[in-house]
């Protein structure tokens, strides 16, 4: 049933429900106190709930933790969020309204739209698969009883039984990017803040995904002095930030004791400290939080670290994913372990890899070419690596070029 917006605050008022606008205003997250989990909507641009779009969010929601993250849900969202928009200013009769349109969408109608998007600033190849892919699942799921059948697979965009394939290609696998410890120093000193230049040194450090890196919290952090002295590199229990559905094993990865005192000294300033959601003494407090005391998003991590490489006039095309792969070449080049061997399985299981052969990508750049790009031909030393980028890189309290970290 499509209401009003006015009468949808006033529903969501009646039922004591708080509501959260994602992606400018076009998703909303409801959280009502009798669900068990919160309600995904797509509103039209009069405020109307879009039909379609949230009985598919209600469905995946109800799936989330066997079939679905719950993290993938609102990215979901805000995809058909991206849909419903373009439908409303490209419908071919202004009369039918975004769910009759829904019934009608060609493969025609997805070219043109994946053309706006790429217009709009979607220029990865890989952000226009997801997309595709997105809308194709909730294309095929209006197919089904429980979508109600109000489409007909034989007119599916992509043929019957995918006889036609994507529109957008799948990516290929891309190779693996070197980044070496002079371009983390670049990068680190376009940020304006030590609590963003502590945490992208620690996810170059540890090899943590974006993911993994924003929900580290503080009871994660391990205590150095619970280890031997002579150990240059401590081992670290990480939430894996991928797994089927809402499963999330964790790995062990290695930080190297310059950046767990770099952490320490970041969690002793005052900022940190007084941060006004968490207790000082707080275990799940976050290990990182924002400029502004707050807990950081995978979304505005990468945000922030796409104005530091513009600041740092860095390519463009970098992404936190790359400084993965500086993690891998870090070790490959380093002095740890007897051979090349046991460092290629140091890194499987620092990335959280589960198969060897995920991991053999980093064996396009060879040993031989790793020691020639390595700093005067000789493997280098981790602990002294890391010591050598925080030196350049720290930032006092008073050094702080700018308070919230957003001014370009």
């Known amino acids: 049933m499509n209401f009003g917006f006015e009468a949808r605050l006033m529903a969501i008022r009646a039922a004591d429900a708080e509501s959260t606008v994602l992606s400018s205003g076009d ?96 220029e990865s190849h890989n952000t226009l698969h997801s997309r595709e892919a997105c809308v194709k699942e909730f294309l095929d799921w209006l197919t089904t009883i429980e979508g109600g059948r109000i489409r007909d697979s034989v007119n599916s965009p992509w043929g019957r039984d995918g006889t036609l394939g994507y529109i957008t290609a799948t990516p290929n696998a891309r190779s693996p990017k070197f980044i070496s410890a002079e371009i983390v120093i670049e990068l ?124 740092a006039g860095l390519n463009d095309d970098m992404s936190t994913h790359w400084m993965r792969h500086g993690t891998a070449y870090s070790v490959l080049r380093s002095d740890i372990g007897k051979d090349y061997q046991d460092r290629m399985l140091l890194i499987k299981e620092m990335l959280g890899h589960r198969n060897l052969t995920t991991t053999e990508i980093y064996t396009q750049i060879s040993p031989a070419l790793l020691q020639q790009i390595t700093k005067a031909g000789k493997k280098i030393n981790r602990l002294c690596e890391a010591e050598f980028i925080r030196e350049r890189t720290f930032l006092g309290p008073l050094q702080h070029s700018e308070r919230r970290g957003h001014r370009e």
């Open 27 to 122: 998703t909303i997250c409801w959280s009502f106190a009798d669900s068990a989990y919160p309600i995904y909507s797509v509103l039209d641009s009069s405020g109307a709930v879009v039909r379609t779009m949230h009985n598919w969010l209600r469905h995946l929601r109800e799936q989330a933790g066997l079939t679905y993250s719950s993290n993938t849900i609102p990215q979901y969202g805000r995809t058909l969020s991206y849909l419903c928009r373009w439908m409303e200013r490209n419908r071919p009769f202004p009369s039918i309204n975004v769910d009759e349109y829904v019934k009608l969408l060609s493969r025609t109608d997805l070219v043109h739209w994946l053309n706006a998007m790429k217009a709009e600033g979607a």
């Open 188 to 311: 680190l000193s376009g940020m304006h803040n030590e609590c963003e230049r502590c945490m992208f040194h620690a996810q170059y450090d540890m090899g943590l995904r974006i993911a993994e890196l924003v929900d580290l919290t503080v009871a994660d952090i391990p205590d150095g002095s619970l280890y031997n002295s002579a150990f240059e590199l401590i081992p670290v229990s990480v939430q894996r930030g991928k797994g089927r559905a809402d499963q999330r094993p964790e790995k062990t990865t290695l930080i190297s004791r310059a950046v767990l005192r770099r952490i320490h000294r970041y969690h002793n300033s005052r900022e940190y400290k007084l941060a006004p959601d968490w207790d000082i003494n707080d275990p799940v407090k976050p290990a990182f939080l924002t400029a502004n005391q707050l807990k950081w998003s995978a979304r505005n991590a990468s945000k922030q670290f796409k104005s530091a490489l513009r600041r």
